[in-house]
């Protein structure tokens, strides 16, 4: 009896050293400081396991005792999932410190800005820059990216709400896009919700098509609401919208940086010189002020406007005095300044230009 007393004692023992051993070694190898000398991003792909990493970590010599580093995951953190992305490693940080950031899923963030008054194709362009997007969308079609968002045949143009995005590695371009949708129909929602009474559109896409010609027309924040009254004004009366920054999205790549004579007659859908109504989309990403600004129109009898040149813009109500704010403004300044014509001013333009190219 007495021989199977020292043997169980001497097993107590062996397992207690033992469970002492394991213990020191575990805490040893969490509190261990990484090896390194600079910052470094560890990628994560998408169904990585942190045995995995742990192991790929102490291969490239940036930590010891890995199986010890697994056991205290295993047994304490096993429900814990482990996202995907890259993780910050700065010099000093310690394994346990590791494990956290993976507990947290605390990964490395990028910034993308939408602007407001970007077109469809700066959009684009900006997404193919991101840094660590993943690019899903070369090669694809505005008509095709368009179908995969479920908007088939709807064009593109002022769809996206402008704003910061934040993503991480291994989001797709497609991915931001939806977010960019989506919270344009979130903001367009709730502002058509809460709108100004007899407004002249018959939907919230019609409110979008007019912010975005506010958003291209003026930069000065307290003027939105001014011009926006000034356009519903003219679709109320039957007046022809005659806006530059339509002309301008309707000429494209013909557009050369200063509008003629002929680009005021040049037959496109958006050729609001030409065209009675607004254009058929909008032109540009309009941010929430200026959806808000064409919602709620200021009141007044304002029918023009022209720009003083430091980016703000007088207001007139009748045709004679908004000529003399062109003259006072404008034409002493450039002799070749052209601003928002009547129609009989145009019509006289068309005339001449018949008799000048008979």
């Known amino acids: 009896m007495r021989k199977w007393l020292l043997l169980l004692e001497s097993g107590l023992l062996v397992g207690g050293l033992a469970l002492a051993f394991a213990v020191w070694q575990q805490k040893a190898a969490l509190e261990q400081p990484l090896i390194l000398t600079e910052e470094r991003l560890l990628e994560v792909p998408s169904g990585a396991t942190p045995g995995g990493l742990l192991n790929r970590l ?5 930590l010891r005792g890995s199986f010890w580093l697994r056991l205290y995951w295993r047994f ?13 490693l700065e010099p000093g940080m310690t394994a346990v410190e590791l494990l956290d950031l993976w507990q947290r899923g605390e990964v490395v963030q990028y910034n993308l800005t939408l602007v ?3 077109s469809f194709r700066q959009v684009r362009a900006a997404l193919a820059r991101a840094d660590k ?3 899903s969308l070369a090669g694809v079609s505005d008509a095709e990216l368009m179908t995969q968002l479920g908007l088939s045949d709807a ?5 996206f709400f402008p704003d910061t995005y934040r993503y991480v590695r291994g989001m797709s371009d497609f991915e931001l896009l939806k977010q960019a949708h989506a919270r344009l129909q979130q903001v367009l929602a709730e502002e058509w919700a809460e709108r100004s009474p007899n407004l002249p559109y018959a939907t919230p896409y019609e409110a979008l098509i007019m912010a975005s010609i506010i958003e291209k027309e003026t930069g000065v924040p307290h003027e939105r609401q001014q011009i926006a009254g000034v356009f519903v004004r003219r679709l109320e009366q039957g007046m022809l919208l005659q806006t530059d920054p339509t ?3 309707g000429l494209g790549e013909r557009y050369n940086g200063k509008l003629g004579r002929a680009d005021l007659l040049a037959a496109t859908p958006y050729n609001t010189y030409l065209r009675p109504g607004l254009p058929p989309t909008p032109i540009a990403l309009p941010g929430r002020e200026a959806i808000h600004a064409a919602l709620h129109p200021a009141d007044g009898r304002e029918l023009y406007f ?20 062109v003259r006072e403004y404008q034409l002493k300044r450039r002799a070749d300044y052209r601003s928002s014509p009547s129609p009989e001013a145009l019509e006289r333009s068309v005339q001449q230009d018949s008799e000048e190219n008979p």
């Not at 304490?76 to 910050?88: A, H, I, K, P, V």
């Not at 064009?155 to 769809?159: A, F, S």
């Not at 022209?306 to 109500?317: I, L």
Request: aromatic share 8%; proline share 2%.
């Open 116 to 118: 407001e008054g970007w």
């Open 306 to 325: 022209v720009a003083r040149g430091d980016g703000s813009h007088v207001f007139s109500e009748t045709l004679e005095a908004h000529n003399q704010a």
């Open 58 to 62: 102490q291969g490239d010599g940036l």
């Open 155 to 159: 064009h593109p143009e002022g769809r």
């Open 76 to 88: 304490n953190l096993s429900e814990q999932g482990l996202r995907s992305g890259e993780y910050r």
């Open 247 to 249: 002309v301008i999205y």
């Open 133 to 135: 997007l993943d690019q």
